[in-house]
């Protein structure tokens, strides 16, 4: 059965030693996973890809002490300069010639490397902002105004923010990832365009929240029926609006909160924990919780994301997402 | 070995399609002997051969109405190693929620099919291989596709009986969308609703085309699936030889007309056949068992007749 935050695993009643159980048990997994080329496959053995290699660059980099670097974490931001492309964007997998969401975790990925990495950053971010998705033409907007479609959803046909891949339409987890990405870009790269693609952005987040709080992929209520929310969205979409003060993210982050007890998978407790713990609604059972389920799951249905999200959960630091924040030191 | 991509063939040039109908009182009933049965009368081709199975795992279903239940899977799993199979995978990449594993774990896969580690296989992270898309009935001109799935020996398509509120129905073609990576779309693949429903779906299901459907028909969705419909008994798992015919098997035993569904419709014309004719019924009759399910009212025309169920909609 699982593990969860209000009857954990017996295993970790007793509370774990986190450091030990990252340095012993987290990173070595990180480490074995890599591919000779650098990066990382979604799961052990697989072809390399951008975005589970930015997720295992960022919790690696997270627990590089002092001056010393980690030699993996090194290697993957080396796969990530080697995959960008001429535009700037990175594929999501490799062969394709065309950027993708993948752009945004790339990018955050290379926050931790600033002073290597400054021209492919700006480029990154250039792409992000300057490529729209597929519902912010005016003639979309315009015709799904007039269809029928219009009355199946409640949401705002007039907002929008990233899409998962080019031309398509916006959707929740890849508007958040470039928010919280941009927040720290530099404001050279921002225009009055620019700011004002993020303001409409963070309105369409605002828009898509479920009726009771949090966020699924971003249908919050079709044919007049409430979504359910669902725990990975709803922690991007929380950090994208943290500064915002909304009643939308009080109310999303109470069920976040709420929810924690009936969380049953390792990537979803990660952020849960990673949520909770950013902002400011720390339970300290969920250590325990995440340890216990990292040792009892059936490991093979868990991907390389989910265990660098559980490394990235241990980091009492959090330096990974102070590199998000304006004026915080990286 | 790679598999090879299935002829596509006018329906006059095909031999007639085989699909059975079988009643089942419920989800506790001996599944796997009920299917053994079932599928002993196809001679399927699978002895020392590997089996995927693709069952519709769509998000997090604690109460059990939206994926295919857990006891269909299982025991379809051990019905395929019972005639012989080498190794029967499950794999699928659900298509609105990238925590597979709190699907699999909201469903409770692991405790009807035992531990998942060497037999499960989350198709929206698997190696991926391009695949240039001969039909183009949509404008995508290639997709990637996990290598499980072109690489095993028998494509078996598991999805429940649902109604689709873009689609009309969602059956053993309609499943398919779930073999398209989230890892290079994704969640949802929304490169597929662009490219236009009806038409990416025939696309994949001509690049990987199943070589069996069985539809858990137990209780099926009605109304607005194939989420956030009512559940529906319907008692009966429906499988087949030829997916397009499942499917129209399918849509008749929901009281629809397959014809009236435009996928189903085109699908009819090169990949299988929706005639009654061309279909030999195996076991239980259409009409015996046909239970009318409610359809929004975009879907009115599929019905039979007009009278039939509506789900009336309360749009804000």
């Known amino acids: 059965m699982h593990s969860t935050p209000a009857a954990p695993d017996q295993s970790a009643a007793n509370g774990i030693d986190v450091a030990y159980f990252v340095l012993n048990t987290c990173?070595?997994?990180?480490?074995?996973?890599?591919?000779?080329?650098?990066?990382?496959?979604?799961?052990?053995?697989?072809?390399?890809?951008?975005?589970?290699?930015?997720?295992?660059?960022?919790?690696?980099?997270?627990?590089?002490?002092?001056?010393?670097?980690?030699?993996?974490?090194?290697?993957?931001?080396?796969y990530l300069e080697r995959t960008q492309l001429p535009d700037g964007s990175w594929p999501a997998?490799?062969?394709?010639?065309?950027?993708?969401?993948?752009?945004?975790?790339?990018?955050?990925?290379?926050?931790?490397?600033?002073?290597?990495?400054?021209?492919r950053l700006d480029r990154g971010v250039n792409w992000l902002w300057k490529t729209p998705p597929g519902d912010a033409g005016r003639w979309w907007r315009f015709v799904r105004r007039l269809t029928a479609k219009r009355s199946v959803s409640s949401q705002s046909d007039q907002l929008y923010g990233w899409s998962w891949t080019q031309g398509t339409a916006s959707w929740v987890e890849p508007t958040a990832y470039a928010l919280i990405v941009?927040?720290?870009?530099?404001?050279?790269?921002?225009?009055?365009?620019?700011?004002?693609?993020?303001?409409?952005?963070?309105?369409?987040?605002?828009?898509?929240?479920?009726?009771?709080?949090?966020?699924?992929?971003?249908?919050?209520?079709?044919?007049?029926?409430?979504g359910e929310p669902q725990v990975v969205p709803t922690v991007w979409a929380l950090l994208a609006l943290r500064d915002s003060g909304t009643p939308e993210f009080k109310k999303s982050l109470d069920w976040l909160e709420a929810n924690r007890g009936e969380v049953q998978s390792l990537a979803s407790l990660a952020l849960t924990k990673i949520g909770l713990d950013a902002l400011g609604r720390s339970d300290p059972n969920l250590e325990n919780s995440l340890a216990a389920s990292f040792r009892d799951k059936d490991i093979s249905v868990v991907n390389v994301p989910a265990i660098a999200w559980t490394t990235l959960a241990m980091s009492s630091k959090q330096n990974w997402l102070k590199l998000t924040m304006p004026g915080e030191a990286s | 070995m790679p598999r090879i991509a299935p002829l596509l063939s006018p329906p006059f040039s095909r031999p007639p399609s085989r699909v059975a109908i079988r009643r089942v009182r419920g989800y506790e009933a001996d599944l796997s002997a009920l299917l053994f049965e079932t599928l002993r009368e196809f001679d399927l081709p699978v002895r020392d051969k590997t089996v995927l199975l693709k069952p519709n795992l769509v998000g997090l279903d604690p109460l059990g109405m939206m994926n295919t239940h857990p006891a269909v899977i299982a025991a379809a799993r051990e019905t395929f190693l019972r005639m012989g199979a080498s190794e029967v995978l499950i794999g699928d990449g659900p298509a609105m929620d990238r925590d597979t594993q709190a699907v699999l774990e909201s469903i409770r896969l692991r405790e009807y099919a035992g531990p998942l580690?060497?037999?499960?296989?989350?198709?929206n992270i698997d190696a991926v291989e391009r695949v240039e898309l001969k039909t183009r009935a949509s404008r995508l001109k290639e997709l990637y596709f996990p290598k499980t799935v072109r690489g095993v020996?028998?494509?078996?398509?598991l999805p429940k009986l649902k109604t689709h509120h873009w689609a009309g129905v969602t059956l053993s073609l309609k499943n398919m969308f779930g073999v398209v990576p989230g890892g290079c779309y994704g969640w949802p693949k929304n490169i597929l609703h662009w490219a236009g429903i009806d038409r990416a779906i025939l696309d994949i299901n001509a690049a990987v085309r199943p070589d069996f459907a069985i539809v858990d028909g137990i209780i099926g969705m009605e109304g607005n699936g194939p989420i956030q419909g009512q559940p529906k008994p319907c008692g009966v798992i429906v499988c087949g030889d030829d997916p397009v015919a499942v499917d129209a098997t399918c849509t008749r035993v929901m009281g629809l007309l397959p014809e009236k569904v435009k996928y189903l419709a085109h699908a009819g014309t090169l990949l299988g056949h929706i005639g009654e004719e061309k279909i030999r019924q195996m076991a239980e009759s259409i009409e015996s068992v046909c239970t009318p399910f409610a359809v929004l009212d975009a879907f009115r025309h599929l019905r039979h007749n007009a009278s039939g169920p509506v789900w009336h909609v309360n749009c804000v």
């Not at chain 1, 072809?47 to 670097?69: D, I, K, N």
């Not at chain 1, 993708?100 to 990495?117: D, K």
């Not at chain 2, 580690?117 to 198709?123: E, K, M, P, Q, T």
């Open chain 1, 27 to 78: 990173l070595p997994y990180l480490r074995g996973a890599q591919n000779d080329d650098g990066g990382w496959g979604f799961t052990q053995g697989l072809e390399s890809r951008v975005e589970p290699t930015a997720w295992c660059v960022l919790a690696l980099h997270e627990f590089s002490e002092g001056p010393r670097v980690d030699e993996a974490a090194v290697r993957g931001f080396g």
């Open chain 1, 93 to 119: 997998t490799p062969g394709q010639e065309q950027g993708s969401w993948t752009t945004t975790p790339a990018c955050w990925a290379l926050l931790a490397y600033r002073e290597q990495a400054q021209d």
């Open chain 1, 182 to 226: 941009l927040r720290r870009a530099p404001e050279k790269l921002l225009s009055n365009d620019a700011q004002k693609r993020i303001s409409i952005a963070q309105k369409m987040l605002l828009d898509r929240m479920c009726p009771g709080g949090g966020w699924n992929c971003g249908n919050p209520m079709v044919y007049g029926v409430a």
């Open chain 2, 117 to 123: 580690s060497r037999i499960f296989v989350d198709l």
């Open chain 2, 153 to 157: 020996d028998f494509l078996v398509s």
